[in-house]
């Protein structure tokens, strides 16, 4: 069982909803900020939203405005939700935790926006 456990990715047509989720162990997620990066087939891997322990967000340009990041820290998850989805959000999405420069990874998830 590895430390950052993502679920949520599918297909979804353009427009659509997806919320992923990545449940983390108490250890890390006490005291890591939480994000979520993304990698796109022949690109590379690209921050998408982070949020720190105290709730302070901060997102990719590309999608502020659709998508929010949140944490539930008696639940030890954080959450994306992704609104209005496009094409071009199609990609592996990653969990991640950092503390002091140190990064822990999930193993991805699938999402796909196609019609």
């Known amino acids: 069982q590895g430390q950052l456990v993502e679920s949520g990715g599918g297909l979804v047509q353009p427009g659509g909803s997806l919320r992923l989720s990545c449940a983390a162990s108490?250890?890390?997620?006490?005291?890591?900020?939480m994000g979520w990066y993304r990698q796109a087939p022949g690109k590379q891997r690209e921050l998408v939203a982070v949020i720190t322990r105290g709730g302070t967000t901060n997102y990719a340009d590309s999608v502020k405005g659709r998508f929010t990041i949140s944490r539930d820290n008696a639940e030890n998850t954080v959450y994306l939700q992704m609104n209005s989805l496009k094409p071009e959000d199609t990609a592996v999405y990653y969990c991640?935790?950092?503390?002091?420069?140190?990064?822990?990874w999930g193993q991805g998830t699938q999402v796909t926006v196609s019609s």
């Open positions: 991640n935790a950092r503390f002091l420069n140190v990064d822990t």
């Open positions: 108490k250890s890390i997620f006490s005291i890591s900020t």
